[in-house]
């Protein structure tokens, strides 16, 4: 997906990134992901999404969404992690979230102009998109697991 932020400012923001040689950037690719999928999932309430071009506030709440998600599964320890600053940085980019998507807060381009709210109905994004579908409701029995997703979720761990 990456929408909202991608693999370079990613390494911009944490130059760690750039010289560990066990991540590369499809497993970046991977997180973001996940974290835009989150994202998306609190805004579908107010806009269409995805939102592009991504203003300048969803960039940033994506990157730092993304590298705390980062940290605490690859590279920090607990304790690690809990003497960062990127527990506060997410908690701060979840609200912010919650306040664009709640309309508390205007979503602004980088323009400078003000991005409309949707009427209606919104899309819905997944983190699992790109995988065949695992469940279904109507008949379980039929439920699969996608041999690609669990590769893919072996391989960030």
Known sequence: MADYTNVTLLKQTLPMLNSVTTVQS???????????SVMNAKLARTYTV?????????????????????????????????????PDRFKESMELVDKIASGEMPLITG?????????GNAAMY?????YQ???????????????????DTRALR
């Open 26 to 36: 499809a497993d970046l690719a991977r997180v973001i992901t996940a974290a835009e």
């Open 50 to 86: 995805p939102i592009v071009p991504a203003p300048p506030v969803l960039e940033t709440i994506a990157t730092d969404l993304t590298l705390y998600r980062l940290l605490a599964m690859r590279f920090y320890t607990t304790e690690q992690m809990n003497n960062s600053v990127w």
């Open 111 to 119: 323009s400078g102009t003000t991005v409309s709210a949707t009427v």
């Open 126 to 130: 997944s983190s699992t998109e790109p």
């Open 133 to 151: 579908q695992t469940m279904t409701e109507d008949c379980p029995e039929l439920s699969s697991v996608d041999p690609e997703k669990i590769i």
